[in-house]
């Protein structure tokens, strides 16, 4: 860290960075758990302060990649006259921001994450800075990306937590950020086949390109081309075909039962279930089951010919997702269920099975369980050719 308090209690930060000239004679202690810390001068790395390697304080140890990050983010913003402030250590929350800055009216905290934390603490922070009026923005290392083919990405689940909605309120993204390169990633995630494997598109901007409303409202993009899209019949396939032998998740099994309750199974699932809809990442349950659960438990008890509107459909199945479905939690996005099943309606009325009213839908036709597994992979491809050939070209 670049801030200690004196024995007298005077704040002391090391900034200018590339000159720490005069300062205050040791001892020095952390403004955060009152520990005696250690200056030290490096030749190579900034100065600054350093916990004992016994130390329970959070945060420490701190790595170089850490310092580097909160120093550049710093002085980027401070060129840009957005006037942050380094390491503010916030009583009521016993905590420290990485740095702290004010723009339009809005407080924000930078949190530059480099290594990997739970996600109860990633979630905690959240919602302590929420708390007191301030939004966290998390700035994660770029070596914490980790993309195992074209568009396809792992992410760790506290990542998650820093997963941000653009001003339009559509599209969502995780920030990442190389100090060394001067350069923001920005991850949008745009559809997941499990909570392992997760598709997106990832843009580059570099440090100097980047203004304070950018990192704030996220830059405006334009969707990727959707190559993932290739694997999803694929995965369809999978699903419909082989025995899963997995351990059964109290999801599973409460699909399952909807399923029993029709004489059916999971692989008979409906074919208008199990495609990649805008905000479907916030289920890590696998999007033919929540898709199956909102046909089965929603839509198919209404009578032919009757209207919905998207507040019926989110009233009666939140209550059951947030019971019975894997959620991942968006503290930093509003809505993410409601933005998916909407999404998942505007899906389903190209399938022809519920169709616009006012603003609403109107239920079309009854919902469909194949008789035999071939007989959904064949409907299977009938909606892929229907529905999302042309996004793959
Ligand atoms: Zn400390």
């Known amino acids: 860290m670049f801030s200690a308090k004196t024995k007298h209690g005077t704040h002391l930060t090391l900034y200018p960075f590339h000159d720490s000239g005069v300062i205050a004679p040791p001892p020095y202690y952390c403004s955060t758990c009152g520990e005696e810390v250690v200056l030290k001068k490096g030749k190579i790395r900034r100065w600054h302060f350093a916990h004992r390697h016994s130390s329970l304080c959070r945060g420490a140890p701190e790595s170089e990649e850490h310092l580097e990050g909160k120093a550049v983010l710093l002085d980027w ?29 809005e407080t924000y905290a930078l949190e530059y994450q480099c290594s990997s934390i739970t996600p109860e603490e990633a979630l905690q922070r959240t919602h302590d800075y929420l ?66 494997v997760t598709f997106g598109d990832l843009y580059t901007v570099e440090l100097s390109e980047m203004s304070p409303a950018g990192l704030v409202h996220l830059p405006p993009v334009i969707p990727g081309e959707k190559t993932w899209m290739r694997m999803w019949l694929r995965t369809k396939k999978q699903w419909r075909y082989s025995r899963s032998r997995w351990q059964l998740h109290s999801d599973t099994r409460y699909v399952r039962v909807l399923f029993a309750q029709r004489r059916s199974d999971i692989p008979y699932f409906p ?36 209207s ?78 229907r529905l999302f050939t042309t996004s793959l070209k």
């Not at 195992?148 to 941000?164: A, P």
């Not at 905000?279 to 032919?304: A, E, I, K, R, Y």
């Open 77 to 105: 913003l401070e060129n840009l006259g957005a006037v942050p402030r380094l390491e503010v250590f916030l009583p009521s929350l016993g905590r420290r921001a990485d740095v702290l800055f004010t723009w339009r009216r």
């Open 131 to 196: 708390s007191c009026g301030i939004t966290p923005i998390w700035i994660y290392s770029s070596g914490l990306l980790r993309s195992t083919s074209v568009q396809t990405y792992s992410i760790h689940t506290f990542e998650w937590t820093g997963l941000r909605a653009d001003s339009s309120g559509c599209g969502t993204a995780i920030t990442y950020f190389s100090p060394e390169k001067h350069r923001f990633y920005f991850l949008y995630p745009r559809a997941s086949l499990s909570s392992q």
């Open 271 to 306: 074919s208008e279930a199990g495609w990649p809809v805008d905000g479907m990442t916030c289920f890590n349950t696998l999007p033919h089951h929540w898709q199956s659960m909102v046909l089965l438990s929603f839509l198919d008890p209404l009578p032919v010919n009757t």
């Open 308 to 385: 919905f509107s998207l507040q019926t459909a989110v009233e009666t199945f939140r209550p059951a997702a947030e019971d019975i479905l894997r959620l991942k939690p968006f503290p930093l996005v509003p809505n993410s269920i409601e933005h998916a099943l909407e999404q998942y309606f505007v899906l389903l009325e190209k399938t022809g099975i519920i169709q616009k009213s006012g603003d609403g839908w109107k239920k079309e036709r009854d919902v469909y369980l194949p008789g035999s597994i071939d007989e959904g992979y064949k409907m299977d491809q009938y909606y892929f050719a």
